[in-house]
């Protein structure tokens, strides 16, 4: 990771640690250095979040674009996977998508795809990085007919519906469909694809106004479309994050289908129909125990990465896998898609309820998931919390302590300044007391935020 860009772009607190400066800088030096490597005038697309600050970098971006001599064209309000699809299948030099993804709405994020649709590689990231600050001199504007231009692409989002929609193999008539669109970028999308599929739609959190993004809804306020199920008595519910990278499932019972659970769902399905390509899933360190043991009993295998789909991605193209993901409900269909895709991973699970007949519940059944608790700690500084000798002391007892019977994860954010401590045991109680175990040292020796 950059000092500015993280694990899933640059991201912080609008205007205050993310500036418009800082979006201005990012789009002069991608219009000046595509136009440079290429020697052309180069084609940027742009989609952003309902966020209230999304227009804002939104201007500013274009704005560095423009005057470096790019051609811009905007999507509008729209999914980071939609932003990905259109790159890809279309000749844009990068894709830019606005959004803090998951966080709060004050945040907000700048995520940067290169023209395979995939996230930025290291050494361009690094090169924008110097230019903000200064090590890299001025950069030209671009001038008479050279200054780019902004151009209207909604047309771009509605060919990624129309690509959604051709991916299910059956109708969704007769199904009853709930839909959490965490009033973000999925708010339309997402519904003009169910409905045009024929499934009975049910729609929450899809009034965005700027300042309710994943406020109380959502992926990771699962709880809310839990009820919804149950309460409508619908056949399975799909909640997405606030760019729709995301999703988590809901069962027919209310019970939560997190991305652990599609990822064994759908790789059971591959490997029933000779699709799992090298017999492998990729998960991330984060996953279950269960997890795994599902796999083994299966005869499917698996590669963990560190945690991010980033990761994931990378092994699942270096080694040619098809199926990959995190617990947090990122899924890649590597055959559909470059990156996660809430409302394809929707179709996909749906897709194996239709050509199983049967309900996601007895999909699932199989799984058994251990209990796992997972809390964060806001810190001064990430490395002087987790290198702490006294915090690894800790860690190490509650390893040893466990051993065979569970497990403990300490790791870094890649996105915000906390650190997340993960016990997976065989009660909820022993997961508990270990991770208020580690959280304690870490508030005794000072490097809590307060």
Request: charged residues 25%.
């Given at each position: ?122 050494e361009t990231i690094l090169k924008i990085e110097d230019y903000i600050d200064g090590k890299t001199g001025e ?312």
């Amino acid at each position: 990771m950059g000092k500015y860009f993280g694990t899933d772009g640059f991201r912080g607190e609008a205007n205050k640690t993310l500036t418009v400066e800082h979006a201005y800088q990012v789009g002069r030096f991608l219009g000046w250095y595509y136009r440079s490597q290429n020697d052309r005038k180069c084609k940027v697309v742009i989609g952003k979040d309902t966020r209230r600050s999304s227009y804002m970098f939104e201007y500013s971006l274009v704005a560095g674009l423009t005057a470096s001599g790019a051609d811009v064209y905007l999507l509008h309000v729209t999914t980071t996977p939609s932003v990905s699809y259109v790159v890809r299948t279309e000749d844009f030099d990068c894709g830019i998508m606005i959004s803090a993804s998951h966080n709060p709405y004050y945040d907000n994020g700048i995520k940067l795809l290169n023209d395979k649709g995939e996230k930025m590689d290291e050494e361009t990231i690094l090169k924008i990085e110097d230019y903000i600050d200064g090590k890299t001199g001025e950069i030209p504007f671009a001038t008479g007919e050279e200054i780019g231009c902004t151009i209207d692409y909604a047309a771009g989002r509605n060919r990624y519906i129309g690509y959604l929609i051709s991916l299910a193999t059956r109708s969704y008539k007769g199904m009853r469909v709930g839909l959490d669109c965490a009033n973000g970028s999925a708010w339309m999308i997402a519904k003009s694809v169910f409905d045009a599929l024929g499934a009975k739609t049910y729609v929450i959190n899809a009034q965005p106004d700027g300042t309710n993004i994943n406020t109380n809804c959502g992926s990771t306020h699962i709880e809310v479309l839990q009820n919804y199920v149950k309460e409508n008595h619908l056949d399975v519910g799909f909640a997405y994050d606030g760019d729709a990278d995301r999703c988590i499932a809901v069962d027919e019972n209310g019970h939560v289908i997190d991305g652990d659970a599609i990822l064994y769902i759908y790789g059971c399905y591959m490997k029933e129909r000779g699709k799992l390509i090298n017999n492998t899933v990729v998960t991330t360190i984060m996953s279950n125990f269960g997890l795994y043991k599902a796999f083994d009993a299966a005869g499917i295998d698996y590669e963990k990465t560190d945690v991010g789909d980033k990761y994931v991605y990378e092994n699942m193209m270096a080694n040619g896998h098809r199926l990959g993901g995190e617990q947090s409900g990122h899924i890649i269909f590597s055959k559909y898609a470059s990156t996660g895709d809430g409302i394809l991973t929707s179709i996909k699970i749906m897709e194996v309820i239709l050509e199983r007949k049967t309900s996601l519940s007895k999909l699932v059944a199989p799984l058994k998931i251990y209990p796992q608790v997972l809390k964060n700690i806001r810190v001064n500084s990430k490395p002087d919390a987790q290198n702490d000798p006294d915090v690894q002391a800790i860690v190490a007892k509650a390893a040893e302590e466990l051993g065979n019977n569970g497990r403990i994860l300490v790791r870094e954010s890649g996105t915000e300044p906390v650190i997340r401590v993960m016990v997976e045991a065989e009660s909820v109680e022993t997961c508990e007391n270990y991770v208020d175990a580690v959280l304690q040292v870490i508030r005794e020796k000072g490097h809590e935020v307060k």
